[in-house]
């Protein structure tokens, strides 16, 4: 990889003297980057000429120690091209060509990466724009210029995000340590990159924007190991997208919930747009870099009391915090502004203030303990001194670790200020909406501990019916790995039925049927059965259901009634295409597919304990509405149904709607077993 | 309110040789916007002198016909200066001046006003930067320049924000009818305006930045009455903003969820954000103006897939549709289009896209009927040619009633396209997010039809005791207005309960007593009670429940039991101090409070009858989940609410909780009225 992100020597096969040209474009960009390694066009049609001053080979067989081959040739001339590379044991290759599998020429793209990799040399492309990598004055790629020298890594699956970002960097001063199109990424893929990076001091954070995962095992890895801030961007969540997906790259997006889950237990920060991507770019190339998973809350001053209102708005909507001043800082403040100001947080020093107001006041608030973040609103008013201003603001901040983010509302008249603040790596905002947006995304990243080795032992031993399992199959699984059903019995005369009502009472009588998958639906379950009387008229309703219905083998299960101030939830496995198995939980009930309160872990997880936080259901079982429920007996119910989710890869889909919760225990009342 | 907003003559009270003054700032400012009329300095100590041209006059009242006084002298000076002013019959007033309400000085100000408003002459201010009118080439404010002309009207109580939002919309030359100051707004309000503006046809939307409403009737009134659209970003929405707010304007931010109610019934576009309000004025300022309630589906041409799979997901995000395309459509793009490319919506023309082959894209889609309204992304590719694309874009758009919205994503490179829109009016956003977003609001904007007015005639004598009425009183009223409650009887003996039980079976008995508040979390019903031997173990159990629980005054309710298959709802009125009577209703059962599935009506309403749509439990009850409910008895059962709510405005709170609604009526469960 060293070959491909610091090259010492780079051969551009296909430059020409024809400075519109591709090929040229890349040598052009070569030596503007400063590159003061060797340079060698090739091109067999102006061997022993000179090309901006190099001169060009015919083939690359002749030359040693190449770090890099660029091929820009046209496709069907790349294989033979690749294969003189071999030959020639260049150390990377980078194919800027089109014409490979996005025009569905696979096979030859297959081909070319085989062969490399074969040979041990790490392909970047087919069909991308190559790579630029600042500090190392290296742009081989053919992009209109190169982005200022930074400390992030960017990677992209497009081509055209790569330049529309570029372009957009270059504006806002935001420093790259590389800028990486990734193409078609036949060889070289966002995990290799990562994994480079994640070893590179220089880089500190890294950010991606992919349109497919091409290992989803290998990336899961790394991420999990890297300690570095990732965000990345996965175009794709809706239904809409992934329609536009498929026809511009051939990938199908997998389920926008599972991607989700995927990115958040790898504490990664996911982002949906451009903007919210471009706001994390401003916040994580600033100095002091955030810190993620704070809680710390944020101290606002602003000159413009409205714009302080919006912003406290705007920091509930996200549920970032204000933090709260104590008395002796708003004693502090008050001897510092003018009687209107107001001490509360946001801080209003009011419209008239100047350079020495705002100095005066972050002064005071970075020596105070409970002021850790800051968040400086100015709009231009009569008296502001912009640029003074931004000025102290960038030398106040070299003197503290307590991040100042400021936010310049305005146009024209702001615009010099927002150059000082750039000049100086001094994170800065259009409006309060992004940078609370992009303070709110790294904040919540999160990374769960790595899984444990699972317990893979079957308990019971594998299941060969395909379909859906049978009561006795049911229960006796959930028996062997511990998953609490209530008692119940499948009866085949009313006689049995009574017998377990004396034994159980009261008891739930309901048709055991494979088509009644929505038992309510078709009033096949009846409840609260004490008595005789009752027991023997339900038993009546629902075998005359069945006769109705013509519900074959249909049979009627008697089972002990879970008291009705129980709490019913769903829980599940589902077996994603692309994620393995994903453990689902949320509110049963018949809201429960309205109100999606459901929280979803991919398999293997750690963080099983933690599933439950932020639902809904989740805050009832803790008692939030003054009754407590055996939280802890579901979470180890959904521990055991990992374990058996595991050990029964079998399992297409396992089904528990609903688990009831009382105050003492958790029962799976009707199981699903799915082959 | 012509002497207002259209002036032939103005004078600067306060004007002074000191070119820094506000006052003679305010003179320099309607000299440079070329105003045409009358000019006058007054200040006696420059008496006979010239100001910037003019000769100064020593006081107002020997002036005649003079349309606006603009006041900027010390806030101890304004009252005999209005005094003046009034003598001298000025046509309006402006009081530039601080030092009044915004510091506690409410009584001055209040006098000020008094004085004004019974000589009939609008006063705008005190406390304001005034106001701007570019068509009518005037600025009386002391604003740092003046936007450009154009068809928004815009209002703001914030001095703060006008300057910032000034500098921003001079920067993207955005341009306005009207630019003002409110200040304090002890005369002229936000309604008055609304209703001036609404008559003049230069104005075609307006946009106001409110931190309080000053007479909310009136204002629902105008709102209610013109057809232009409104934008209003009214910060204040949390607990947190509440409290900047208090402490900026001391007006108490209203509850933001009856608020949001309350602009949405009045066809208001309410907005959050500077972002969001920045969006929706590049959208309003651009020709063709958007249309609203608009269900058309959004056709994308990108030049960047991976932008286009983006905007596909905030579109889907937003739950805007994009249009189906036609076969025919897709066979004519075929046709204009290089093989690679998708013609599908999104429509990919890919990378190396020129003028050529966006212009002939736009023209196919410009006749297809299925197009109705165009998103354009740009990205600066190697060949893109940004500015020549531009300028066919706004060439086109004069030929069209299609409105061509777009993005134009980068930096440096795209900023000249930029450039070339915002010259011909042609909306362009920096990334999809504000595009969508703004197009989405503008969207959603309906209006609800006024109500009729209501019947007020009481059916029932007004209630005179204080607190929660009793079971009897309740079930008055509730016949009175036709709310249907299931039987029920209160009993003081088991016998009572047995012989209800004969006639009504299954029933529920449940705890009525005052403290009761929560039955079901002190264990105060039994339901499903059909044999006597439940009857009797239930009264029982209850009878010791008040007993242990010391619940004093508490008699057993016996109530004939809903079916269990029956859906929870619950309604209730409450009284909101700014906007009077909010009728309430959403999920009943455990979740209510959680899921907050609950919809809004400030009465009086005529759109009760699609109150449900949008909820959750309005979806289930019209038979998402495969079993159907009179919904339309829950919808008679809240008109009847409303009206008993109108003619009991001794009511402060009803609760109906639960409403449960069977397959054929809707029964009001347990009912509540305080007084």
Redesign the interface.
């Known amino acids: 990889m060293q070959a491909l992100l610091a090259p010492q020597s780079i051969a551009v096969i296909g430059a020409s003297r024809n400075p519109d040209t591709l090929g040229t474009i890349i040598l052009q960009n070569c030596i503007s980057a400063g590159f003061t390694g060797r340079l060698i066009p090739v091109n067999p049609k102006y061997a022993g000429e000179q090309i901006l001053g190099y001169t060009c080979e015919a083939t690359i067989t002749q030359e040693t120690a190449v770090d890099m081959a660029v091929i820009v040739v046209p496709s069907t001339y790349v294989e033979q091209i690749v294969s003189e590379c071999i030959e020639a044991q260049v150390g990377s290759v980078i194919i800027i060509s089109a014409g490979f599998a996005?025009?569905g020429n696979q096979q030859l793209q297959e081909r070319i990466a085989k062969k490399l990799r074969a040979a041990n040399i790490p392909l970047l492309g087919p069909n991308c724009l190559g790579i630029i990598a600042p500090a190392a004055r290296l742009n081989a790629s053919?992009a209109?210029g190169s982005p200022l020298p930074g400390g992030i890594a960017f990677a992209?699956?497009?081509?055209?995000?790569c330049?529309?970002l570029l372009?957009?960097?270059?504006?806002?001063r935001i420093g790259f340590s590389h800028f990486v199109s990734l193409g078609n990424a036949a060889g070289v893929t966002e995990t290799e990159l990562l994994q480079a990076w994640d070893n590179d001091p220089a880089v500190h954070a890294m950010v991606f924007?992919l349109?497919t995962i091409h290992q989803v095992n290998a990336w899961k890895n790394s991420l999990q190991k890297t300690h570095k801030p990732i965000i990345v961007?996965q175009?794709?969540?809706?239904?809409?997208?992934r329609?536009?997906?498929r026809?511009?790259?051939g990938s199908l997006a997998p389920n926008a919930r599972i991607t989700e889950e995927f990115y958040r237990s790898t504490g990664v920060v996911q982002v949906?747009?451009?903007?919210?991507m471009?706001s994390l770019l401003q916040l994580l190339s600033s100095n002091p870099t955030p810190k993620s998973s704070s809680e710390s809350g944020i101290t606002v001053v602003t000159?413009?009391?409205?714009?302080?209102?919006?912003?406290?708005?705007?920091?509930?909507?996200y549920t970032l915090p204000?933090a709260p001043l104590s008395e002796e800082t708003r004693t502090l403040l008050r001897e510092i502004l003018p009687?209107?100001a107001?001490v509360?947080?946001?801080i209003?020093i009011i419209?008239d203030a100047g350079k020495e107001r705002y100095e005066a006041t972050l002064r005071c608030l970075i020596t105070r303990p409970e002021v850790e973040e800051i968040l400086l609103l100015m709009?231009?008013?009569?008296n502001t001194q912009i640029v003074e201003t931004c000025t102290m603001i960038a030398a106040l901040q070299t003197t503290t670790k307590k991040p100042i983010r400021c936010v310049l509302?305005?146009?024209?008249?702001?615009?010099p200020g927002r150059e000082v603040l750039e000049e100086h790596q001094v994170a800065h905002f259009?409006?309060?909406?992004?940078a609370i947006e992009a303070l709110s995304l790294l904040r919540r990243r999160h990374k769960d501990p790595l899984p444990e080795r699972p317990d893979t032992m079957p308990k019971h031993p594998r299941l060969a019916t395909p379909g859906l399992q049978n009561q006795q199959i049911t229960s006796a699984l959930c028996a062997a790995y511990g998953i609490f059903t209530p008692p119940s019995k499948t009866c085949t005369t009313l006689k049995e039925a009574l017998h377990f009502t004396q034994q159980y009472a009261p008891i739930v009588l309901k048709i055991d049927a494979p088509a009644a998958v929505?038992k309510?639906?078709l009033h096949g379950v009846r409840?609260?059965l004490s008595?005789r009387e009752e027991v023997s008229t339900a038993w009546e309703s629902l075998q005359q259901n069945i006769t109705e219905q013509q519900l074959e083998g249909a049979r009627l299960l008697a089972q002990q009634m879970i008291p009705?101030?129980s709490?019913a939830v769903i829980a599940g496995i589902k077996r994603d295409p692309h994620f393995g198995p994903v453990m689902v939980v949320g509110?049963g009930?018949?809201?429960a597919?309205?109100?999606a309160?459901t929280a979803l872990r991919i398999l293997p997880t750690s963080a099983i304990s933690t599933m439950l936080e932020g639902t809904?259901v989740g805050?009832?079982l803790q008692g939030?509405?003054?009754?407590h429920y055996a939280i802890s007996a579901l979470l180890e119910l959904l521990e055991r149904l990992q374990t058996l989710a595991l050990c029964h890869p079998e399992l297409r889909e396992i089904d528990l709607n609903p688990v009831l919760i009382t105050a003492e225990a958790a029962y799976a009342v009707d199981v699903k077993f799915l082959v």
């Open positions: 996005e025009v053919f209109d992209s699956q497009s081509g055209a995000f330049t529309a372009d957009w960097a270059l504006a806002e924007y349109e961007l175009p794709g969540a809706s239904t809409a997208a329609q536009a997906s026809s511009h790259t949906r747009t451009m903007r919210q471009q000159n413009a009391g409205g714009i302080g209102v919006m912003t406290a708005d705007i920091l509930a909507e204000l009687p209107a107001s509360l947080n946001p209003d419209g709009s231009p008013q009569k509302t305005g146009g024209e008249k702001i615009q259009p409006t309060p909406s992004e929505h309510t639906e409840l609260h008595t009705e101030d709490i509110a009930g018949i809201y597919e309205l109100i309160d809904k805050r009832i939030e509405r003054g009754q």
